[in-house]
């Protein structure tokens, strides 16, 4: 398929995609070269060049994997294609069966809130979506918490979806629930088969190739990309994505909805929604909003 020296495929793929993907100013650290689990060519150069481009280990070996099923497909080595078939990925051949319920393909602006006061407020200024992320250990709070949030949306077009509480969101009748990559590595499949029956929705939180092949195991209703910009909130494990990033994932799994999180303010709005995200969800322009209300009613026009 191709007789190129490794290192030439590998200056090849940089000098492709550094603009894009490490631009002076906001780049990414290199990072060590991982492990190979092939020896093809292909992969072995996408590996070191994905390292060198700032994407972290377990991405790297996602995007060399697919590199190489491209190459393989094609029957040609192309420097400047960066991978974004579902199929290269190992993202084709679902069972519709055992998919998650949709919702819509444009959950529009997406509230986190962090009581069931915010987000009954929230759902009476008109944020389309709302997410409960109520912090507790004690059981009986989240429950009450949960059941509240979900009677606050009462009477609104709101959306109500609940972090991590899955089975209190079950019991309480909410839309939906959240989850991070560590939840859903923690659910058991019986606690998948629960929620999948119950009729919730699901969301699971993603942050690079890997987590997003991993999310679509169990075929959610929607993936959040990100954190896109960098964020205070909570403690990250990977580095802020960034835009080029968010819109390589969005060509790649646009077969489900999607939400743009982390960091994301209202002049950033454009530039989000220019990837084709059908949400953007926001945490700190709300909450911390001096008018929570007037903010969310100028993060809804930013929306159109």
Excluded at 5 to 12: E, W
Excluded at 58 to 79: E, K, M, P, V, Y
Excluded at 115 to 125: I, L, P, T
Excluded at 230 to 247: C, D, F, I, S, Y
Aim: glycine share 8%.
């Amino acid at each position: 398929m191709t007789e190129q020296p490794i290192s030439g495929m590998v200056d090849a793929i940089i000098a492709a995609h550094t603009s894009t993907f490490a631009p002076e100013g906001s780049r990414l650290p290199a990072q060590p070269t991982p492990a190979a689990t092939s020896q093809d060519p292909v992969y072995l150069a996408a590996l070191q060049a994905c390292s060198a481009l700032g994407f972290i280990a377990i991405d790297a070996q996602c995007l060399a994997q697919a590199w190489q099923n491209q190459s393989q497909r094609t029957g040609q080595f192309d420097a400047a294609h960066w991978p974004d078939m579902p199929q290269d990925f190992g993202l084709a051949g679902a069972d519709p069966q055992l998919a998650f319920p949709q919702c819509p393909r444009a959950l529009g602006l997406y509230g986190v809130l962090p009581s069931a006061e915010w987000v009954g407020r929230m759902a009476r200024a008109g944020v389309p979506t709302v997410q409960l992320r109520f912090k507790s250990e004690d059981q009986n709070a989240i429950r009450h918490e949960v059941a509240a949030a979900v009677q606050a949306v009462q009477g609104t077009n709101a959306l109500l979806f609940i972090n991590d509480h899955w089975q209190a969101a079950i019991d309480a009748g909410a839309y939906g629930i959240h989850v991070g990559q560590e939840d859903l590595d923690a659910l058991e499949g019986a606690q998948l088969n629960a929620i999948r029956a119950s009729g919730l929705r699901l969301g699971v939180s993603t942050h690079g190739y890997a987590e997003m092949v991993r999310a679509h195991a169990v075929q959610p209703s929607y993936i959040a990309l990100g954190a896109v910009f960098p964020t205070t909130l909570k403690k990250m494990e990977t580095a802020p994505q960034g835009v080029a990033r968010l819109q390589a994932y969005v060509r790649l799994m646009q077969q489900y909805p999607l939400v743009a999180i982390g960091g994301i303010a209202a002049e950033q709005f454009p530039a989000i929604l220019a990837t084709g995200v059908g949400s953007v969800a926001v945490v700190r322009a709300l909450v911390n909003a001096p008018e929570p209300e007037a903010a969310a009613h100028h993060l809804l026009a930013c929306m159109r």
